[in-house]
């Protein structure tokens, strides 16, 4: 049985090198203290504290230890954005494990090609449609111990001995604890920032999807570049929308979360999605590039049904806000008529327009993977909202200016 870990020995030892490691920090430094991220249930949004997810992760990566996950071993994971991939992938990591995960739109066909050619322990599966997925190829992954599902409805009446549900893994993750104690810090202290954290996927120009692992201090690098160029703060909100196997949504979402205390939020379904981020109403906005257009058509399709004194208030602050980024460009201040203008045209309709599409309270915006066409960064810039462009290169991590096509990340 292995000795507990002495606490003021993981606080001087964990120093933010892992994913782990920073659960643990703000576990330590909040509790029960501060919210960490909150899920829209039922209509509700139900909230969830530090202490609740590390307790989570904890118990979970105890479970995998049960099990008999050995370090390296790939666990994929396969599923919307939600609390439990945060939980599951952090869990996998804390016990020496690598997380893998695909777009859960994905075909059948896609899923198996990306399974079948990783060498795969333990899937985890967010309800009945995934865990088919994985059933229909169980017999080409040799290496398949586990399939572990978090959304039970439709699966009781599943016999196979190869589910277990997730509450199950959290049974014997608090089995293992009262017979191992300790056991989980332990793990935690050997983690390392040269341990590959996750295989990420990129897409070449032809369409093919190429695996490439990302170590721990690549991952936290990569959130450490994006908080260089705009800060977070503690409690500010971010809306998880898209998947966590994606590079910028794992940096962007997850990392900084970790970093900084960022509030994760997550909706109900995708159909709620809209109405779920605009009650957020985020700080600190992603969207890939398509979506920041598809955006900005719905708020130039709002104005096309608006009133005539809607539109051409928006043509004058169009016109205005041009003007006043050629004066600072140029070194001159605003005008005192042009920040009455602004004045006025952001109390009847910049305000109300941002509101209506979630981003009253938008300050960093980044549209991940592409830069946008000239005409939407005018139709944003006119919000006052700037849109900026970043890429991933699996060298460099976040960056702003685009690397080589056959490394970016999309």
């Known amino acids: 049985m292995a000795e507990p870990v002495d606490r003021q020995s993981i606080d001087r030892e964990t120093l933010g090198n892992t994913l782990p490691k920073l659960l643990h920090q703000r576990y330590q430094q909040w509790g029960e203290k501060r919210v960490a991220l909150r899920q829209k249930e039922f209509g509700i949004w139900r909230e969830y504290t530090w202490n609740d997810c590390y ?37 996998v990591q804390a016990v020496g494990g690598t997380v893998a995960g695909i777009n859960p739109v994905a075909g059948i066909d896609q899923v198996k090609n990306t399974l079948t050619n990783i060498p795969v322990v333990v899937v985890f599966a967010q309800d009945q449609e995934q865990v088919d997925k994985v059933m229909e190829m169980s017999s080409d992954l040799p290496s398949l111990k586990r399939i572990v599902y978090w959304n039970e409805k439709g699966l009781r009446h599943y016999n196979e001995s190869i589910l277990l549900s997730l509450s199950e893994l959290v049974n014997l993750g608090e089995s293992f604890e009262r017979s191992q104690p300790g056991e989980f810090e332990r793990r935690l202290l050997e983690g390392k920032k040269t341990d590959v954290a996750m295989i990420l996927s990129s897409q070449r120009a032809n369409g093919e999807l190429k695996g490439w692992p990302a170590t721990q201090g690549f991952l936290i690098s990569s959130a450490q570049a994006a908080l260089a160029m705009h800060p977070v703060r503690v409690g500010d909100e971010y809306v998880s929308g898209s998947s966590p196997s994606w590079f910028f949504e794992q940096v962007l979402g997850f990392g900084v979360s970790l970093l900084t205390g960022q509030r994760l939020n997550f909706a109900e379904r995708a159909d709620t999605a ?24 719905g708020i130039q399709k709002n104005l096309e049904g608006g009133s005539r004194l809607k539109r051409a208030l928006y043509q004058l602050n169009l016109s205005t806000s041009q003007k006043g980024a050629d004066l600072v460009n ?14 006025m045209v952001s109390l009847l309709l910049v305000r109300p327009l941002r509101d209506k599409h979630g981003l009253n309270r938008a300050r960093v915006a980044y549209a991940a993977g592409g830069t946008l ?38």
């Not at 790939?74 to 939980?87: A, D, K, N, R, T």
Request: charged share 20%; glycine share 8%.
């Open 55 to 91: 307790e989570k992760t904890k118990f979970i990566a105890l479970g995998l230890a049960s099990l008999g996950l050995r370090n390296g071993d790939i666990v994929f994971i396969l599923g919307h954005s939600s609390p439990e991939w945060l939980w599951c992938e952090v869990g």
């Open 274 to 297: 809209p109405m779920d981020f605009r009650e957020i109403s985020p700080q600190i906005v992603m969207y890939p590039s398509r979506t920041w257009e598809l955006v900005a058509d």
């Open 330 to 343: 140029q070194g001159h201040g605003a005008s005192l008529l042009g920040t009455m203008l602004n004045r």
């Open 373 to 410: 066409p000239e005409e939407t960064s005018r139709i944003f810039h006119a919000f006052s909202i700037n849109v900026e462009a970043v890429y991933g290169s699996s060298k460099d991590g976040i960056v702003t200016s685009p690397p080589p096509q056959e490394i970016r990340i999309e």
